[in-house]
DNA sequence: CGCGTGATTGAGGGGATTCAAATGTTGTGG
DNA sequence: CCACAACATTTGAATCCCCTCAATCACGCG
């Protein structure tokens, strides 16, 4: 049971100060006061719960979107009805920069949990990142860095079997937690089997044969969402040959 | 036989300002004052002959390239060999965007004919973006159409079917040819069906029957490289379901 | 408690791959 | 300029991986 309607509006005003999601997120590299300045721009946070659409392909294109808490998915349908889904999004990180393109959102960002977002109006920004060369900087980098992640989506669609895109995705998964100080090898996963399949090109049979299979070798516990990650190496070791040979360093 | 070396290096001197990639590339939307500053930074062009790479992935990242004349592939390889192409590049399309991230190219750029690049320094670049708004939120808008392009791509490798895959690509060949003032219902190939293939997610062999069925179908004419759209609306209708719900229109 | 949604599992089918051979093309050196 | 080698493409046949269709099961929620 959540219990937002108790807490007053300012105290959802956020500061990236004092975020424990500095190091991970927009304001990597600023120094105190340019940190202030940050601040200023971004507006109170927004809350959303589980299902509900953050914003839709289509729509004016305003703001980006950092994940404060919970989880996210972000997706692009065809004019038939299929549907992609491009990334799953957990604290810390940006979504909405497709929308930067024709100044409107270019996929549906929905919460896959209870969440929380910052919002950041995205021409204040623009304001901003000429004013202060790091965060400029900064943001071409984390660009960049969507492209980087996209291209290896690319490389797991177009090349990898149904077991090592499933093991990629729960190897990545593992290591974004670990990243966040969460348990790495013992989660629960935000999204459902038909979701984990759009993602990876596959059906939701298929990855629901492949979690069973990788579980009947040891290799992971499977209690529907409960995931456990037994024998993480052995997943490594199928990823290990298709993985990027020239994987980018995190920064 | 090409003849580079008569022609002294000085007249590989390039200007944004006559080059009819205006329009294109990177410096639309600015000014003359402006576009001037931006001919200062662009490096003397660079030549390149076919199959000769630009880049590669791991090198140290200090430039972007802008595409004048011919044609690349860009890609990255797993460890255990296989490759995945990323993209194919014609005039007026950058290329090295993701090395921006970690500073490192991330993926290889290779000539796929003889071609000609502009050279743009990054650090150069951020630094004029910095003084110049609409330089500064171009670029931004440069980076985000990659990564609807990415998005697509991944829709394409996702859920597309063989014929769906190489409709897609040949009505996307075109209409990228057509905006050049090139004929787009009648051109050459320049990648080999290997690699038409490593983009598409398919084997070279499905890539040449699906040809061929195209071509018992009376939808286009294959010599070899040379393709003909003789009905391009039946390629357009076979791609019409599963594109984009909402196309990011151009500018 | 019963319903609906999501997940699992099985059987069968199909689209793309793999293996293989033949043909055509391009590039190189004599 | 031709001959030859190396490479690219086409096409066929057989296989396999994943998908489709379907039934069952488990859980959560009113």
Same mark, same amino acid.
């Given at each position: 049971?959540?219990?937002?309607?108790?807490?007053?509006?300012?105290?959802?005003?956020?500061?990236?100060?004092?975020?424990?999601?500095?190091?991970?997120?927009?304001?990597?590299?600023?120094?105190?006061?340019?940190?202030? #300045?940050?601040?200023?721009?971004?507006? $109170? /946070?927004?809350?959303?719960?589980?299902?509900?659409?953050?914003?839709?392909? !289509?729509?004016? =294109?305003?703001?980006?979107?950092?994940? #404060?808490?919970?989880?996210?998915?972000?997706?692009?349908?065809?004019?038939?009805?299929?549907?992609?889904?491009?990334? =799953?999004?957990?604290? !810390?990180?940006?979504?909405?920069?497709?929308? +930067? /393109?024709?100044?409107?959102?270019?996929?549906?960002?929905?919460?896959?949990?209870?969440?929380?977002?910052?919002?950041?109006? %995205? /021409? #204040?920004?623009?304001?901003?990142?000429?004013? +202060?060369?790091?965060?400029?900087?900064?943001?071409?980098?984390?660009?960049?860095?969507? +492209?980087?992640?996209?291209?290896?989506?690319?490389?797991?669609?177009?090349?990898?079997?149904?077991?090592?895109?499933?093991?990629? %995705?729960?190897?990545?998964?593992? $290591? #974004?937690?670990?990243?966040?100080? %969460?348990?790495?090898?013992? %989660? &629960?996963?935000?999204?459902?089997?038909?979701? +984990?399949?759009?993602?990876? !090109?596959?059906?939701?049979?298929?990855?629901?044969?492949?979690?069973?299979?990788?579980?009947?070798?040891?290799? &992971?516990?499977?209690?529907?969402?409960?995931?456990?990650?037994?024998?993480?190496?052995?997943?490594? $070791?199928?990823?290990? !040959?298709?993985?990027?040979?020239?994987?980018?360093?995190?920064?």
């Amino acid at each position: 049971m959540t219990d937002s309607t108790v807490v007053p509006l300012q105290a959802l005003k956020v500061s990236c100060s004092n975020c424990t999601l500095r190091e991970l997120c927009l304001p990597l590299g600023l120094n105190r006061e340019e940190m202030t #300045r940050l601040d200023a721009v971004i507006r $109170q /946070s927004r809350r959303l719960k589980r299902g509900e659409a953050l914003f839709r392909s !289509g729509e004016g =294109f305003k703001s980006l979107y950092a994940v #404060r808490t919970g989880f996210f998915k972000t997706c692009i349908s065809s004019q038939d009805g299929r549907e992609q889904v491009t990334g =799953f999004h957990m604290s !810390g990180e940006l979504m909405g920069l497709d929308g +930067i /393109s024709a100044n409107v959102h270019g996929c549906n960002a929905v919460a896959l949990e209870d969440s929380e977002v910052c919002e950041l109006p %995205f /021409s #204040r920004m623009q304001n901003l990142a000429l004013e +202060i060369p790091s965060l400029q900087h900064h943001f071409y980098r984390l660009m960049s860095r969507e +492209i980087v992640r996209d291209h290896n989506v690319m490389m797991l669609l177009g090349n990898m079997k149904a077991e090592e895109r499933l093991a990629a %995705f729960l190897i990545n998964l593992s $290591q #974004r937690l670990t990243v966040r100080g %969460f348990a790495s090898n013992d %989660f &629960i996963l935000r999204m459902s089997r038909e979701e +984990i399949g759009s993602f990876l !090109g596959l059906k939701l049979e298929t990855v629901s044969r492949t979690l069973s299979k990788f579980q009947q070798q040891g290799w &992971i516990a499977v209690d529907h969402k409960h995931i456990q990650l037994v024998q993480p190496e052995q997943l490594k $070791q199928l990823v290990a !040959g298709c993985a990027n040979a020239h994987p980018t360093p995190n920064h």
